[in-house]
C-alpha cells in the first residue's frame, strides 16, 4: 500500500497546503505577465510624422517607418500625420510609393496639421482619407521651377546639354514633371476631385473648410479623431498608439527662396557644403520665405537693429560663412 | 548495444529533434518582408506624359519687294549712368532690354532683302544728346534717330515727353511703330501708359494663361488669327510665350488668344487681343515671341516675316521727308536740315524723299 503512496513523512492535508501554496508562488510570478498580455490592446495605430521640407533624409525615413509597420503584425492602421509645404520631386515620390503600397496593406489617414501642400500633398494622396482642420491648407498641386533660358556657350564639355541646354527642351521637360505629379494625383483622387484636370493643374491650395467641399480633403477632424477613424476602419475596438518620428536627426533643414529658385539651408550657421540649391521642386511657393540674396557675409556686416538693408550686408559680404540675408520681399 | 552506446544514441537523437524542430519552427513563423506585389501607376507610363521636346525649325521669309527701308529698333537697353549699358541686360540677363539675339530673326530677314536695321542704343544721358535740327526730334537723340527712318520697333516703354513727341511725330509723317511689351512691364513706373497713349493703344494688366491647351507651359499660349490682314497672312497659329492683352482706340484685332485662355487678374476667359494694328501702329502684347527659339514655334515665322513686310510697307517716315533716304549714314543730321526750334509742321516733301 506505502509503494502507492507518496512516501513523505507530511501527512495528506500538509501535502496539500504545501501544493496550494507552491501553485500560488508561481502563479504569483506568472500572474502579472498574463493580465499584462489579456490587458494589452488588440492592435496598435502607428503615427508616422511627415513634417518638415519633403528631401531625402525624411523620404529615407517615411519610407523605413512604412516598411516595418507593413511587416509588423501588430499594427494594423496608420495616420500620417502631416505638415509640410513640400520639396524635392523624388523625395515626394519615393513617399508617395510607400504610402501606396501600405494603404493596400491597412487602412491609411492622413491628418493634415498646419499645411500638406505640393511635395506634401502628393505623399499623403494615397490615403483613404485625408482629415483637415478648418484651417489647415492643402493643395499646390505643380512645380516650381524657374524659366529655362537660352545660355552663351560654355566651352569644355563634352556636349552641348551638359553644360546649358535647348530652351524648348526645358520647358518639355519641366511641362512632363508637372504632369507627373498631377496625372498622379488626378489617378489617386479625380473621383473625389470636384473640380477639372485643368482647374487642379492652376495649383492653388486651399483651407481646409473648402477643401473638404472640393474633394481636396475628406473629413474635418483632429490627429485622435484621425487616429480613431484608422483604428475602427482595421476592426479595433481598443488599441495602442505608436508615434514613429521621422526625419534627419540634424533638425530639419529649412527653405528659402531667391529670385532664381528655392534653396535648402541645412544649418542655422551654414557654411557652402550646408546650401543646396534646389532647381525644380514640388513646393508650395507661398510657404517659402524669400530672399534677396544669398551671399557670403562675416557676422559683423549683419544688418543691426534693422538699420541696414539687405543690400547693404551684401555689399560688406567678405566673411566666411553662407548665410541667407534680406527678407520678405514685399 | 551497451550502457555507453545507449547514451549517445539518445544523445544524438535528442539534438537532432531539437536542431530540426527549431528549424522548422524557424521557417513557420519567419517574420520577414514579404514579397511585395507589383503596384501598377499606369498615370507614370502613360505615352502622353511626354511631352515632345523637337524645338522646331523657322523659316523667316518676306514677301515684300520694296525698296530699302530703314528700320529703328529700341532694344530698351538701359544706360546706367556715366557708365555703359550694362553688358548683362545684352544678354538678356538683369536688364529690361532684349538681347541681340531676341531681335534677329527680324532683323535678318530686313537686312537678306536689303533694308538697313539701326539699333537705339542711348549713350549716357542720352536723352539730352545731339540736337536734332529739324525742330521734329525735340532734341533728343531718339528723334534724330527716328528723322533717318521709316520704321520703329520698340521693346522700351520709358520715353521723355521730347521723345513721345519726336515718335508722334514720326507717326504723323507715315512712319510705322512696332511696340512690343510684356506683362512684366505693369509692374514698372507709369511710363509705359504714357507711350501708349502717344500710339493710341492699350494694355491691360495682367497676363494670359491656357492650361488646356499651350505651348509647354500654361503661359505659353497660342493665338490665331482675328482676321484677315496683312499681318495674319499664312498664320493659323502662333505662339506668345509671356503675353499681356493689348487693344486700340481705333484699330483691328489682328491676333486673339485662343478657346480657353484666361486672364490672371479676373480668371476668368478672355479673347482680348494680343496683337492690334491700328494705321501704323502695331501693338504687340509680347516681347518673346520673335526671340530665335520661340520663332521655332507654331507659325510665329510667318508672323514676324509679316511684321518684317509691314515694317517696310510705307517709306514716308518724317525724317526721310526731310532727308534723302541714305543720307547721313553717322546719324547725325545733316547741316541743312530745317531749322531747330520750329514748330511741327507738315514736312514739305521732297521729290525723292518718299520712296
Partial sequence: ?330 | MNHTERLAVAFVATLAVMVVGATLVGFISADGAAPAPEIENDHYTDEDLIHDDTPGEADVTMSSNQPSRTVLVDPGVETAGAAPANPLALLGLGGSGVADRDIRPLANVLIENGHEVRVHAPSAGGAAAPPGPSGQNGGTQLGAELEEADAFVTFDSEYSEAEREAIDSFLENGGTVVSMTDPDEEFDQPGAAALDSTLGVTTEPGYVYNLAENDLNYQRVYAEPAGESSLTDGVDRVVFPSATPVGAAAGSEAFRPIEGTQLSTTRASTDAPLVVADGGVIKIGDADFLSPENAQRADNDVLIGNLADELVSSGAAGGAVEFPVGGPADGSPPADGPVVGEPPEPPTAEPDAAT
Avoid: C
Avoid at chain 1, 501554496?21 to 502579472?32: K, N, S
Avoid at chain 1, 498622379?184 to 493643374?201: I, K, N, P, T
Fill in chain 1, 1 to 330: 500500500m506505502s509503494s502507492n503512496r507518496f512516501d513523505s513523512p507530511l501527512t495528506p492535508r500538509r501535502q496539500l497546503v504545501v501544493v496550494v501554496v507552491a501553485a500560488a508562488l508561481i502563479g504569483a510570478v506568472f500572474a502579472p505577465i498574463v493580465y499584462a498580455n489579456a490587458n494589452e490592446p488588440s492592435g496598435t495605430v502607428a503615427v508616422v510624422e511627415i513634417e518638415g521640407p519633403v528631401n531625402t533624409a525624411l523620404a529615407d525615413d517615411v519610407e523605413n517607418e512604412l516598411a516595418e509597420i507593413r511587416n509588423n503584425g501588430s499594427v494594423e492602421a496608420v495616420v500620417l500625420k502631416m505638415d509640410t509645404g513640400g520639396g524635392a520631386p523624388v523625395a515626394s515620390e519615393r513617399m508617395y510609393k510607400a504610402v501606396q503600397r501600405t494603404s493596400q496593406q491597412m487602412p491609411v489617414i492622413a491628418s493634415v496639421q498646419a499645411i500638406s501642400a505640393s511635395g506634401g500633398y502628393y505623399a499623403m494622396a494615397p490615403a483613404d482619407d485625408i482629415y483637415v482642420l478648418p484651417t489647415s491648407t492643402v493643395g499646390s498641386i505643380g512645380l516650381n521651377a524657374p524659366a529655362p533660358q537660352t545660355t552663351p556657350p560654355v566651352q569644355g564639355p563634352s556636349g552641348p546639354d551638359k553644360a546649358g541646354g535647348n530652351e524648348i527642351q526645358g520647358w518639355a521637360r519641366q511641362q512632363t514633371l508637372a504632369d507627373t505629379f498631377i496625372n498622379a494625383m488626378m489617378a489617386e483622387r479625380g473621383d473625389r476631385f470636384e473640380l477639372s484636370r485643368e482647374e487642379v493643374a492652376h495649383a492653388d491650395v486651399y483651407l481646409g473648410t473648402k477643401a473638404v467641399q472640393n474633394g481636396f480633403a475628406d473629413e474635418i477632424g483632429s490627429l485622435n479623431e484621425a487616429i480613431h477613424e484608422a483604428a475602427t476602419r482595421a476592426g479595433m475596438s481598443d488599441y495602442g498608439v505608436d508615434t514613429r518620428e521621422t526625419g534627419p536627426d540634424g533638425g530639419v533643414p529649412f527653405l528659402v527662396r531667391t529670385d532664381q529658385q528655392v534653396v535648402a539651408i541645412h544649418s542655422n550657421d551654414p557654411g557652402y557644403a550646408d546650401v543646396e540649391p534646389m532647381g525644380i521642386a514640388y513646393v508650395h511657393w507661398e510657404s517659402v520665405p524669400h530672399v534677396d540674396t544669398i551671399e557670403r557675409f562675416s557676422e559683423d556686416s549683419l544688418p543691426v537693429e534693422g538699420t541696414e538693408s539687405a543690400g547693404a550686408a551684401g555689399a560688406n559680404a567678405t566673411g566666411d560663412t553662407a548665410a541667407a540675408n534680406g527678407g520678405e520681399s514685399s
